[in-house]
């Protein structure tokens, strides 16, 4: 199997699992808190689902003084869900059909932690409160006037600028509209509301990794953007730069005229350090108060009745992704290749043709990677003239399941089998459509349907089967190479797993509890082996030896 991370391994596990492993019977938290407000400030705000983000990704566990804050919904584990569930809820509100309503108690106000896991485990809680803003006299959020045609067109779009003087996590922020005249819309791009982040985070590399969310209910526009969950990119310092663009609709039979759109509330969240040998900074996710500044929505004609309004993605050509990941597999094993998409809208079918050479790989299996109430693939095989095709179709309107925009979208695992005769060294499996046939490859974002002619950017990835030599020694456990298995090793996979560090020596080495592929598991089997006593890895261990029970991983890349 592909070594990587596994697809449902909570990420935020990586940080805390030298205290799960080490202390697992934790004390109850020892403190009142509010669920949700990570960062003590005592309120619960899109800076909260940054701030815990920090505490994993960036400084450490030790850097969340009260974990509980963090288990959104109080089942005593903090993983990169209750981030983003901070995030939604905060932004979008109970109204979100994914679910985030609010967290569990203690919330709104402080109160203890009543609930245990069956055998009475509790996340701690230390210590809270204590949190701060930050001040910035430079920042500001100002929403622009705007004009909207009305008359049979019911769609307004205002713009908010952003101005700082240090780096920022992320913004958000609520703008009352006046009148009544905005219809509810309650879920970016599934409703009746489209909101798009103008800026790319500085280090991107023209790669958003961020996530937006907004709500509109009773005039009420709540938004919010974070740039990153993961990565170390942030917003740059400026003054006045357009920061998100905001479309919604305006109820049908409203009067032309001026609309006050009245700023309400908003924060700006400070980024991590930009030292990145600096392993801690306490600004990093806390809110800056934005000074905030109001505007207006001139209607031009009054708007027709009757009307119905939707909200299309953002206007502008498709950008859009299919990868391929490479593997690694010795002859008679099995190397799995995952395909993903990525684009700058979001994904409501698509399709795909590769290529391989049947002398070397044949498919035996394909998984689907996507949920099965989104419906059913349709991958055919030619394992004969090496060749796989396939499509999938989740809908035709905004509330039906699509691939989100702006991230990277495991569809299928494709499961190959290395020929055991085969004496190539490596392969490839590559995109290529039919020159006789039908365009197979395609991206449907709702009514659009996209090619590689018609985008204005359609990138393919193909992937290197890398064939293994049979017979590498090796020791169990010993990730980083050093021929001996210690608390370092753990460190290294963590590092690999979740934060981007360099490959393992040999991946079968990584994977400590030989069970064929590298996850959280793996560090967690040499800590217990370590530190509690737990048996030895499987063999080859100890001293270095060829693996007795091969696998797809191997030992791709050695330091």
Not at 514 to 519: E, L, P, R, S
Request: hydrophobic residues 35%; proline residues 9%; aromatic residues 10%.
């Amino acid at each position: 199997m592909t070594p990587r991370p596994t697809r449902r391994s909570s990420a935020l596990h990586a940080s805390l699992v030298l205290a799960w492993v080490l202390a697992p019977g934790a004390s109850s938290p020892a403190v009142d808190f509010i669920r949700g407000d990570t960062n003590g400030d005592g309120v619960v705000t899109p800076a909260d689902a940054a701030f815990l983000a920090a505490s994993f990704f960036f400084q450490g566990p030790k850097y969340l003084p009260c974990e509980a804050s963090g288990d959104f919904d109080d089942d005593e584990r903090m993983d990169v869900s209750d981030a983003r569930r901070i995030f939604l809820y905060t932004t979008i509100g109970p109204g979100d059909p994914e679910g985030s309503g609010p967290p569990a108690a203690p919330f709104p106000d402080p109160g203890p932690d009543t609930t245990a896991t069956p055998d009475g485990y509790k996340l701690p809680c230390d210590a809270y409160g204590g949190g701060f803003t930050v001040d910035d006299p430079a920042a500001k959020l100002q929403v622009l006037d705007a004009v909207a045609e009305g008359g049979l067109d019911s769609h307004a779009t205002i713009t908010v600028r952003l101005s700082s003087s240090v780096p920022l996590w992320g913004y958000s922020g609520t703008i009352r509209i006046g009148g009544g005249v905005a219809e509810d819309a309650v879920y970016a791009f599934k409703d009746r509301i489209g909101i798009t982040a103008l800026l790319d985070p500085e280090g991107s590399e023209g790669r958003p990794t961020s996530q937006v969310g907004g709500s509109l209910v009773d005039g009420k526009l709540r938004f919010g953007y974070i740039t990153t969950w993961s990565d170390p990119v942030w917003l740059a310092p400026g003054a006045g730069v357009p920061a998100v663009s905001i479309r919604f609709c305006l109820k049908p039979g409203i009067p032309a005229g001026q609309y006050p759109l009245a700023f309400e509330d908003g924060e700006l969240i400070h980024a991590w350090s930009q030292d990145m040998e600096e392993k801690s900074d306490a600004r990093a996710g806390r809110r800056i108060v934005p000074a905030l500044a109001s505007g207006t929505l001139r209607v031009l004609r009054d708007v027709s009745p009757g009307l119905t309004c939707e909200v299309r993605p953002p206007t502008g050509g498709l950008r859009a992704e299919l990868r391929l990941t490479g593997a690694t597999a010795p002859p008679g094993g099995t190397a799995v290749v995952e395909l993903s998409i990525e684009a700058n809208r979001a994904c409501q079918g698509f399709g795909f043709r590769l290529t391989f050479d049947p002398q070397v790989l044949q498919i035996g299996s394909i998984a689907k990677l996507y949920p099965d109430e989104a419906g059913p693939g349709y991958p055919e095989v030619d394992n004969a003239t090496g060749s796989v095709r396939g499509f999938a179709r989740f809908g035709f309107d905004e509330d039906d399941f699509f691939l989100p925009a702006y991230q990277q979208n495991p569809v299928f695992a494709f499961h190959f089998r290395v020929n055991p005769d085969t004496d190539a060294a490596a392969t490839e499996v590559r995109f290529a459509d039919d020159p006789e046939g039908p365009q197979w490859n395609f991206f449907k974002s709702f009514a659009d349907t996209y090619t590689p002619e018609t985008a204005d950017s359609f990138v393919f990835v193909n992937g290197l089967v890398s064939v293994l030599p049979d017979g590498i020694l090796f020791i169990r456990g010993d990730s980083n190479g050093d021929l001996a298995v210690d608390l370092s090793d753990a460190q290294s996979t963590l590092s690999y797993l979740f934060l981007g560090g360099r490959k393992p020596h040999c991946y079968d080495a990584a994977d400590a509890n030989d069970d064929g592929t590298i996850d959280v598991s793996d560090p967690i089997a040499t800590l217990q082996f370590l530190f509690l006593g737990e048996a030895a890895p499987p063999p080859p261990s100890g001293e270095e030896g060829p693996d007795p029970t091969p696998d797809g991983l191997g030992c791709y890349y050695r330091s």
